[in-house]
T-cell receptor, first 115, second 114 residues
């Protein structure tokens, strides 16, 4: 069964360092998303991506964040200069369409710890 | 604006007992609602979804949910809990706009006691 994969499963970094979280969406999907969950809080939308450009971003997704689909398979989230408050679980998701009932398939997440 | 509220961050039931996880939504338009489950060290998996076709929605693993517009609720139920149901459950509503983003509730951790 096709699945979304994410690497690494856990990333520890120092404050101010750049991190890149990687995702491989399901191969025939066209819509891609990043969400995050700070420990003890709800899962929050960060950004959606379609046709090689951002289609929507939340207020969390400031200039420190960027997304890229560098090739036909990977979808990355970069945080340029990490802050302590970026520590969270980051989930990648993909969908075959943006229709109202289209299911998003989620990866297992990357736990980012900023020290 | 769309939002969901899950009542109870932790629910504990005995094996074989009824599972009831509560979700209330707020939406200015007819909502599209989802329940996801997360097992330890895994991603979010769709249990079921409501897209206005039928108010009683059946999902995987014996779960179902009923959309009640008058109560703005979409509670998740299962008649008989199994140990393997222990997980975290998230209610979500499709957000405004055309990007398909999901707006999640806080999540409910289900504990199943033997």
């Amino acid at each position: 069964e096709p699945e979304v994969t994410q690497t690494p499963s856990h990333q520890v970094t120092q404050m101010g360092q750049e991190v890149i979280l990687r995702c491989v969406p399901i191969s025939n999907h066209l819509y891609f998303y990043w969400y995050r969950q700070i420990l003890g809080q709800k899962v929050e939308f960060l950004v959606s991506f379609y046709n090689n450009e951002i289609s929507e971003k939340s207020e969390i997704f400031d200039d420190q964040f960027s997304v890229e689909r560098p090739d036909g398979s990977n979808f990355t989230l970069k945080i340029r200069s990490t802050k302590l408050e970026d520590s969270a679980m980051y989930f990648c998701a993909s969908s075959g369409g943006q229709g109202w009932g289209n299911e998003q398939f989620f990866g297992p997440g990357t736990r980012l710890t900023v020290l | 604006a769309q939002s969901v509220t899950q009542l109870g961050s932790h629910v504990s039931v005995s094996e074989g007992a009824l599972v009831l996880l509560r979700c209330n939504y707020s939406s200015s338009v007819p909502p599209y609602l989802f329940w996801y489950v997360q097992y330890p060290n895994q991603g979010l998996q769709l249990l079921l979804k409501y897209t206005s076709a039928a108010t009683l929605v059946k999902g995987i693993n014996g779960f179902e949910a009923e959309f009640k517009k008058s109560e703005t609720s979409f509670h998740l139920t299962k008649p008989s809990a199994h140990m393997s149901d222990a997980a975290e459950y998230f209610c979500a509503v499709r957000g405004p706009g055309n990007t398909g983003k999901l707006i999640f509730g806080q999540g409910t951790t289900l504990q199943v006691k033997p």
